[in-house]
């Protein structure tokens, strides 16, 4: 497992904890089905039985049908989108660079605000090796052109946030060149919150009424 922090905004980490605990209370409900009752069995049945509705619940997880952990949620969503870009293939492994604490080149904060709140999961490591090398190969091209540009260019202080379509027209020349190179790269960061966006829809369409905490149910 690899623990992630993910930049979010200020409601993200609060819908994230609504829709799990619904989930959650949705697994106590399949878990009352017959099927997996243990009544009336002892010993190796009764151990079997219980083993069996575990290996159903990790089923359910993967196939995105009950999202009851942040954990599960996030690793879900990323591995949807992962596959939306046709990335969910084998990559060279990314170089220790993509893996480490700095800023990838071409990153540039969302705005005056940014992202104001953290959202942590734990990831499978597979997967997230997967994300890094995936968004590294995809980015490379570009940001070995951002590292000559930066060469070229060192007097230069390129935008730090990302621009509307009414600040991009104002750029023009070596600044308009930055911001076009530094739109062909995607840092793990934009996938993890990509995820965190396909978990929270997926769950929320699983369950059209979202039970409170006493255990009524309200619509949406």
């Given at each position: ?17 609504d ?16 099927c ?10 009764a ?24 954990d599960v949620l ?14 969910d293939h ?6 220790e ?14 705005g005056?605000g ?5 959202l ?15 968004c ?6 570009a ?8 060469d ?10 990302k621009?509307d379509?009414?600040?991009r027209?104002?750029l ?7 911001v ?5 790269v ?33 619509a949406?």
């Open positions: 497992m690899h623990s992630i922090w993910i930049a979010v905004d200020d409601e993200v980490p609060q819908n994230v904890r829709v799990t605990e619904t989930h959650k209370r949705l697994r106590a409900r399949r878990s009352a089905d017959p997996w009752s243990t009544l009336g069995l002892r010993g190796a049945d151990k079997n039985r219980r083993a069996q509705w575990r290996t159903e619940v990790h089923r359910q997880r993967l196939a995105g049908e009950l999202l009851d952990t942040v996030v690793e879900w969503g990323v591995r949807e989108e992962l596959s939306a870009r046709g990335w084998e990559w060279d492994p990314a170089p660079e993509a893996w480490e604490q700095g800023r990838w080149p071409g990153s540039r904060d969302r005056l940014g992202y104001p709140e953290r942590s999961a734990r990831l499978d490591g597979d997967l997230v090796a997967l994300a890094v090398a995936a590294w190969w995809t980015s490379a091209p940001i070995e052109l951002l590292q000559a540009w930066r070229l260019h060192p007097g230069i202080i390129p935008p730090r946030y621009l379509a009414e600040g027209e104002l023009a020349g070596p600044l308009a060149e930055y076009r190179l530094s739109d062909r995607t840092t793990t960061g934009a996938i993890w919150r990509s995820g965190v966006t396909r978990g929270l829809a997926q769950a929320r369409a699983l369950v059209p009424a979202a039970q409170t905490a006493d255990g009524s149910t309200t949406h």
